[in-house]
């Protein structure tokens, strides 16, 4: 991608930023309410104190970690939206790992829980990869289905006292020992930022590299760009299908595992508040870039700690935040679109033409795949 392209993207993305708290900023003096206050009440809420940038931080980490692994699965061509799911299967996988292993000494636990919660996520999504490869079942309908079992599933080991459940009155886990637990990233006892929040920042720059930078990235790019000039450089189709989604749902069990080990601390039925469909609206505003993606989530993660305190002080209902959300994504949309249409006219097709130098034709012929490779690899 070229510095022209980069900037076009970038331009969309603020674009469609400012076009969604223009909105906003309409719905609340339609409402009655000040502008001003309202506004200034969101920041406060974000990036006001310690423990406002603390909060900003911890919810933008699991957003981030869904975002990349919709970003990965969307490189090889596949469509994950199955992160609600994953994020509960791998929290309840990381959990029942801490709770199991909490009388070894540190930091086995912690190690344990993250290791489960990466796996349990990853599998969750690697079913929707292999009824793909096997199959041929679209992926965004398994991963949609999944995560009301995944859902269920959670609610189910909460519920059961064999299980995981504390005993008490509500469903919900014993509390996780200290040493299965995210430590806190500053000594201020007021701030709640944790090491999920690296863990997040580490895995974009982990995918950006694997991307970009690796060989079974190229392969995995070029799976996504043309699976069959994939499959005649010898990519597995099945095999790269399969461990592709089983990565991207790692990245998302991750995101659970992080809310979990690093504040919540039990696992709860419902103890996700939409954070997987809310990954990939990240991940589109961030054109499917793992580094952008970074600041994309610290956004959202903003409107989600700051909407508590605008409702309290401004009496501007939580749901404006959603609306900034969807107007965002429909603007960004939008734009990418439009952009598209004006970027590619519609030019009639020349005649075919008959080749005028029979030894030239022949040795394009045999040399069709490479010059096909070679075309797919400088696109990618």
């Known amino acids: ?16 930023i400012l076009f969604g708290f223009a909105v906003a900023a309409v719905i609340i003096l339609l409402q009655g309410k000040p502008l001003g206050a309202s506004m200034s009440a969101l920041f406060e809420g974000s990036f006001g104190s310690s423990f406002a940038i603390g909060n900003t931080l911890n919810k933008a980490a699991p957003l981030l970690l869904v975002a990349l692994g919709f970003i990965l699965a969307n490189a090889a061509g596949l469509v994950s939206i199955g992160g609600e799911g994953q994020i509960f299967i791998g929290g309840t996988c990381a959990v029942a790992a801490g709770l199991g292993t909490s009388g070894l000494p540190q930091p086995i636990p912690l190690l344990c829980a993250l290791i489960a919660g990466f796996a349990g996520g990853g599998f969750w999504s690697a079913i929707a990869g292999w009824l ?48 299965a637990r995210l430590g806190r990233l500053l000594p201020d006892t007021t701030s709640q930022l944790h090491f999920g929040v690296i863990i997040a920042v580490l895995a974009a720059i982990a995918v950006w590299f694997i991307l970009r930078r690796t060989v079974p990235g190229f392969r995995i790019r070029m799976l996504g760009k043309n699976p069959q000039v994939a499959a005649r450089n010898g990519v597995s189709l099945r095999t790269m299908s399969v461990g592709v989604m089983f990565g991207a749902g790692g990245l998302a069990g991750l995101a659970g595992t992080s809310m979990l080990l690093g504040e919540q601390y039990r696992l709860r039925p419902g103890f996700s508040p939409g954070y997987g469909f809310d990954g990939i609206a990240v991940a589109l505003i961030a054109n499917n870039n793992p580094m952008a993606a970074i600041p994309a989530a610290i956004l959202f993660g903003a409107l989600r700690a700051g909407g508590n305190l605008l409702e309290a002080q401004v009496q501007v209902p939580q749901a404006l935040v959603i609306v900034i959300q969807g107007t965002i994504i429909f603007a960004v949309a939008g734009m990418a679109y439009l952009q598209k249409r004006i970027k590619t006219p519609v030019v009639a097709a020349d005649p075919p033409t008959e080749p005028t130098d029979k030894s030239n034709n022949g040795n394009n012929g045999n040399n069709g795949n490479n010059g096909l490779v070679a075309t797919t690899a400088g696109a990618l």
């Open 1 to 16: 991608m070229n510095l022209r392209d980069t900037i076009r993207k970038l331009s969309i993305s603020l674009f469609g």
């Open 132 to 179: 793909r490869a096997r199959l041929g079942v679209n992926e965004v309908i398994v991963t949609l289905l999944l995560n009301y079992i995944a859902l269920n599933i959670t609610e189910y080991v909460v519920d059961q006292k064999g299980l995981l459940r504390d005993g008490e009155a509500e469903p919900q886990s014993r509390e996780l020992p200290g040493a």
